[in-house]
T-cell receptor, first 118, second 112 residues
Framework: DGGITQSPKYLFRKEGQNVTLSCEQN?????MYWYRQDPGQGLRLIYY???????QKGDIAEGYSVSREKKESFPLTVTSAQKNPTAFYLC?????????????????FGPGTRLTVL | GENVEQHPSTLSVQEGDSAVIKCTYS??????FPWYKQELGKRPQLIID?????GEKKDQRIAVTLNKTAKHFSLHITETQPEDSAVYFC???????????FGAGTRLFVKA
């Protein structure tokens, strides 16, 4: 299960606190993504980044922030402005715009971080 | 906006029977359609994908069909086994780094 890692696996936060979730990949992928998964629901896109120093809002970006200072890393900060942050967070990466992609935008997922707000 | 609808949300079959999950997409420029399997507590993993230049692809007990005109695609699992029990997600994207739109998922139960 190497290639893309997330830490921590479980995270508990008090209301009003910001918390940062880590995501690292050694696949040399250009594109990285953050998804939120709630029980019984699909994957909702929070933010994505197609290249270093650039990122775009997804469908549910409010209350979240990201940075992409290095190709390998795409940390997600869940701020106190996020009204209902308890969820399972998945990071993913893909080849993106690389010529090597050959038309394949397969996403490789990390193991996830389960965030619980107390 | 872009959307992928997936049906059914829950599917229960007897071991050995076939299972079919259907998806429709709205973005006519989509040309890559992956299917992911997520076992309980684990990460989603790609099980099969299809590009828009083919109508069907098969890999052992799983197959995917694509109808670009109607903008729908389906996952077929034959001879289901208990280890097929999981949540399956369909998705659609354009090649070259555009974001992927996921369906809401189908929870498949295979009863022994």
């Amino acid at each position: 299960d190497g290639g893309i890692t997330q830490s921590p696996k479980y995270l508990f936060r008090k209301e009003g606190q910001n918390v940062t979730l880590s995501c690292e990949q050694n696949l040399n992928h250009d594109a990285m993504y953050w998804y939120r998964q709630d029980p019984g629901q699909g994957l909702r896109l929070i933010y994505y980044s197609q290249i270093v120093n650039d990122f775009q809002k997804g469908d549910i970006a409010e209350g979240y922030s990201v940075s992409r200072e290095k190709k390998e890393s795409f940390p997600l900060t869940v701020t106190s402005a996020q009204k209902n942050p308890t969820a399972f967070y998945l990071c993913a990466s893909s080849m993106g715009r690389s010529r090597l992609a050959g038309g394949n935008n397969e996403q490789f997922f990390g193991p996830g971080t389960r965030l619980t707000v107390l | 906006g872009e959307n992928v609808e997936q049906h059914p949300s829950t599917l229960s079959v007897q071991e050995g029977d076939s299972a079919v999950i259907k998806c429709t997409y709205s973005d006519s420029a989509s040309n890559y359609f992956p299917w992911y399997k997520q076992e309980l507590g684990k990460r989603p993993q790609l099980i099969i994908d299809i590009r828009s230049n083919v109508g069907e692809k098969k890999d052992q007990r799983i197959a995917v069909t694509l109808n670009k005109t109607a903008k729908h695609f389906s996952l077929h699992i034959t001879e289901t086994q208990p280890e097929d029990s999981a949540v399956y997600f369909c998705a659609a994207s354009r090649t070259g780094g555009f974001k992927t739109i996921f369906g809401a998922g189908t929870r498949l139960f295979v009863k022994a």
